[in-house]
């Protein structure tokens, strides 16, 4: 069905009523379920195909004609067309590929950067040119990559990191022996738990790397659950896991978490702008409300929250019983 946004007054088809985005601006706009009107891709507003007449349109009985665009007199005042008309040329006429899926055609790296850049400085205008039926491949891909990049570099700051602390333990270790006789079989353990810590932060890092999609696939399935309990799912599960998959992006500055003091702020920022993404992007790719897909995103952590919280309590009952047990 023809319909047109009453923000930008932009024309576009619409395949179902209800709830939905402007292909144009973004904006959010309600389609009645009551328009008939099915004109074709090629045919104008109101006509039956074919070439367009020449002269000025003649109006049917009881409609007024559509005003023409540009006016006359040159463009109206802040320059918006009046209601009716077409839609100004600017913005995405339509949802296409992001750059990374195009990265055939614009190059890995440039591709990679590009997508990053849209989806941190200007989110709103990203996700709403995002199709929600594209390659879930290639949303795994680059959130693949996202976290590839982001564990690498944080291991290459932790072990200088770790370098540091063991050389100042090691000096502590060296005034101890000396003023209080620190046994040997002490030193040697801990030197052995320090040779030992650089391995198991690599072994560590290989396996976040690989269990990775895992990890992505389980969110992205806790958050579509909600989605379809908030009523928010109606474009399917690779959405959600597409709106997921790409909102990775900030999660690049948490490579300096072991930095003392500044890591953690950039990595709490980091945390609240992938929800504040996800949010976005739920609310574009599913066609829903944002209050819909907060609700839907944000659940997920207040339940991993609460199953953390039930675990530990279920733990210190035991370890109490255990205890009152052997008395």
């Not at 009551?34 to 006509?47: F, H, R």
């Not at 200088?160 to 040997?184: E, F, N, Y």
């Not at 998959?245 to 953690?264: D, E, L, M, N, W």
Request: net charge positive; glycine share 10%.
């Amino acid at each position: 069905m023809q319909v047109q946004c009453p923000h930008c007054a932009a024309q576009f088809e619409a395949a179902r009523p209800g709830l939905q985005f402007c292909p144009n601006c973004g904006q959010q706009i309600q389609v009645a379920a009551g328009i008939n009107s099915e004109p074709s891709a090629a045919a104008p507003p109101g006509g039956s195909g074919g070439a367009p007449p020449t002269g000025p349109p003649v109006p049917e009985t009881g409609k007024v004609p559509p005003p023409q665009w540009p006016p006359p007199g040159g463009m109206p005042p802040g320059g918006a067309p009046p209601p009716g008309g077409p839609p100004p040329p600017r913005g995405p006429a339509y949802r296409h590929d992001t750059p990374w899926e195009r990265r055939k055609e614009l190059g890995f790296v440039n591709a990679l950067l590009e997508t990053w850049k849209q989806t941190m400085i200007s989110p709103d205008k990203f996700w709403s040119s995002v199709r929600p039926d594209g390659r879930w491949e290639d949303a795994l891909f680059y959130s693949w990559v996202i976290g590839a990049i982001t564990l690498i570099l944080t291991l290459l700051i932790k072990i200088p990191l770790q370098s540091m602390i063991a050389a100042q333990v090691r000096a502590s270790m060296d005034r101890l022996a000396s003023l209080q006789g620190l046994p040997p079989e002490a030193r040697s353990y801990l030197e052995t738990f320090m040779s030992l810590s650089t391995g198991l932060k690599v072994w560590w890092t290989g396996l976040q790397l690989l269990f990775w999609p895992i990890g992505l696939f389980i969110t992205a399935g806790l958050v579509h659950v909600f989605c379809i309990l908030f009523g928010s799912a109606a474009n399917g599960f690779w959405a959600t896991f597409r709106a997921i998959a790409y909102a990775q992006a900030p999660f690049v500055f948490s490579i300096f978490a072991p930095v003392p003091c500044v890591g953690a702020v950039l990595l709490f920022a980091a945390v609240i702008y992938y929800f504040v993404l996800a949010i976005i992007g739920v609310s574009r790719l599913q066609d829903s409300s944002a209050g819909k897909a907060a609700a839907a995103v944000l659940a997920t952590p207040v339940l991993l929250c609460c199953c953390c919280c039930g675990l530990v309590v279920f733990a210190g009952g035991v370890l109490k019983s255990m205890i009152s047990g052997g008395n």
